[in-house]
């Protein structure tokens, strides 16, 4: 049997339904409802740490549009010379994202990955 998972959200709306004939829980629910509501609306700058991502993945993908050959992550980091001391974790951090969006595609050949810049 498969139950739904209910948000914080949900949980506060099920109990203002049971508790509706006391008029100060359902003023301190609604009131958390309202944080809720205000706290997922909230306009968020990006981290220092995603802004320093999105220039190494412009630097990946400006290293992958001149190469003529899809390229390892190891031939990524030595072309691109502020990945050079970038760990693997770090290296597949940053080129996921460009995947999954459709910028780079991702091959392999026995085993290994290989990148290139989709067309």
Do not use: C, W
């Not at 740490?49 to 050959?69: R, S």
């Amino acid at each position: 049997m498969a139950t739904t998972k209910m948000t914080k959200r949900d949980m506060f709306v099920l109990l203002r339904d049971r508790v509706s004939d006391d008029a100060d829980l359902v003023a301190f629910i609604d009131h958390e409802i309202e944080l809720l509501n205000r706290k997922t609306t909230a306009e968020r700058k990006p981290t220092k740490t995603q802004l320093e991502n999105k220039v190494l993945q412009a630097e990946i993908i400006e290293f992958l549009t001149a190469a003529d050959t899809p390229k390892t992550i190891k031939e990524i980091q030595a072309g691109v010379e502020s990945l050079a001391e970038a760990s693997n974790q770090k290296m597949t951090h940053l080129l996921t994202p460009l995947v999954n969006d459709g910028t780079l595609i991702k091959t392999y050949e026995k085993k290994t990955p290989f990148f290139s810049v989709a067309q």
